[in-house]
């Protein structure tokens, strides 16, 4: 089945520091795939996403690359800030369920100023 | 801001209440879902409706209702909570049912909490 990999929280990060979150998948076909940010007290907000391989989707200073040969779509930002601070979901959709996202475990990410 | 808004934002009740959780979007969007989203967890699917229909219903314990009396508007009808029900709850909508290309759009939910 499908599934969402990614790496395991809390991240702590001073200011300006560089970012990466891991996030591997496994589909049986050719899913979509995203980031979602959930600030504190929040719901869920599209961060970026990508349909094929070797797309980026970027926003807000965040980039991700869509990996099919590592099944791969890391999150990176180059100058992180405080108000960065949030959880960070990676996930999934195919067309043969595309009502359902496949979520990731979550990362919460801490910027110290 | 976000364009689904659900009420109420918080929400305390005992077990033998009767309460409803409402949630609305005028994006045009045909699919709407029902998340429940425990702490430090993601999200997990209970309903989805498709053009104001039910089209799946993730085993979820009948004591949750929902309903969609319009394309603009969906509810969850809850009565005899148990304490394990507290939890955010959140609503999403999304273009079209079957486009995987298209992302949900989320409200910010409402905090339930069963006494």
Wanted: charged content about 20%; some cysteine.
């Amino acid at each position: 089945g499908n599934s969402v990999t990614q790496m395991e929280g809390p991240v702590t990060l001073s200011e300006e520091a560089f970012l990466t979150i891991n996030c591997t998948y496994t589909a049986t076909g050719y899913p979509s795939l995203f980031w979602y940010v959930q600030y504190p007290g929040e719901g869920l907000q599209l961060l970026l996403k990508a349909t094929k391989a070797d797309d980026k989707g970027s926003n807000k200073g965040f980039e991700a690359t869509y990996r099919k040969e590592t099944t791969s779509f890391h999150l990176e930002k180059g100058s992180v800030q405080v108000s960065d601070s949030a959880v960070y979901f990676c996930a999934l959709t195919e067309y043969s369920s595309a009502s359902k996202i496949i979520f990731g475990s979550g990362t919460r990410l801490s910027i110290r100023p | 801001d976000t364009e689904v808004t659900q009420t109420p934002k918080h929400l305390v009740m005992g077990m033998t209440n009767k309460k409803s959780l409402k949630c609305e979007q005028h994006m045009g969007h045909r699919a709407m879902y029902w998340y429940k989203q425990k702490a430090k967890k993601p999200p997990e699917l209970m309903f989805v409706y498709s053009y104001e229909k039910l089209s799946i219903n993730e085993s979820v314990p009948s004591r949750f209702s929902p309903e969609c009396p319009n394309s603009s508007l969906l509810n969850l009808h809850l009565h005899a909570l148990q304490p394990e029900d507290s939890a955010l709850y959140l609503c999403a909508s999304s273009q079209e049912p079957l486009n995987d290309n298209q992302p949900q759009h989320f409200g910010d939910g409402t905090r339930l909490s069963i006494l």
